[in-house]
């Protein structure tokens, strides 16, 4: 059974610090997806960021960046510059080995931006 | 605007009375799958729909109930809630079932007594 595994339930960070959110998973399928979800407040789930597992440059967008490391199957998220409005809970995803469209979610890293 | 809606947005009921929760996108996606969201166990799938009347269950699927008569439309019903149905529900949908960004209502907070 795949799996995705984030092992920090809570972090902080100061304003315009950086952070590392961290995300295991376990597949046996080699062409995959894999995305960071945020989810402030309002519930919303919004796409911060996806990698394509075949690429083996990470993902950049704006602050947000990712070290995927394929064979350690770990995908981090990197925020740079954090900024109050990144106050949310974090989810780290892969897609299904079928043709589902199913999403497996990790446990979720809620993250505190202290001004 | 591109979106995935769903009503209502929040819900508390009883044990035993039927509910539907309704979802509806306007991006012609033919996948569409309803999610739950428990602290400490992320979101996780209840059912997934392929296309109009094709549906099958996802990991979660016991007490639930979906149709998919139109493409647009993927409600959730469930025939009679129990205290553990108790979650924030989430409907999305995507263009292919596989290597493809999903797209998220705004969820629905389901409180059952």
């Known amino acids: 059974a795949q799996t995705v595994t984030q092992s920090q339930p809570e972090m902080s960070v100061q304003e315009a610090e950086t952070v590392t959110l961290s995300c295991t998973y376990d597949t046996s399928e080699n062409n995959y997806y894999l995305f960071w979800y945020k989810q402030p407040p309002s519930r919303q789930m919004i796409l911060v960021i996806r990698?394509?597992?075949?690429?083996?440059q990470n993902a950049t967008e704006n602050r947000f960046s990712v070290n995927f490391q394929k064979a350690a199957k770990s995908f981090s998220l990197k925020i740079s510059d954090s900024q109050l409005g990144d106050t949310a809970m974090y989810f780290c995803a892969t897609d299904g080995s079928s043709n589902t469209g199913k999403l497996i979610f990790g446990q979720g890293t809620t993250l505190q931006v202290k001004p | 605007e591109a979106q995935v809606t769903q009503n209502p947005r929040y819900l508390i009921t009883v044990t035993g009375k039927k509910l539907t929760v309704t979802c509806s996108q306007n991006m012609n996606h033919e996948y569409m799958s309803w999610y739950r969201q428990d602290p400490g166990l992320g979101l996780r799938q209840i059912y997934y729909s392929m296309n109009v009347e094709v549906t099958d269950k996802g990991d979660v699927p016991e007490g639930y109930k979906v149709s998919r008569k139109e493409k647009r439309n993927f409600p959730l019903i469930l025939e009679s809630p129990s205290p553990n149905q108790t979650s924030l529900y989430f409907c999305?949908?995507?263009?292919?079932?596989?290597?493809?960004?999903?797209?998220f209502g705004p969820g629905t907070r389901l409180t059952v007594l």
């Open positions: 999305a949908s995507s263009f292919a079932g596989r290597n493809n960004e999903q797209f």
């Open positions: 990698q394509e597992a075949y690429k083996q």
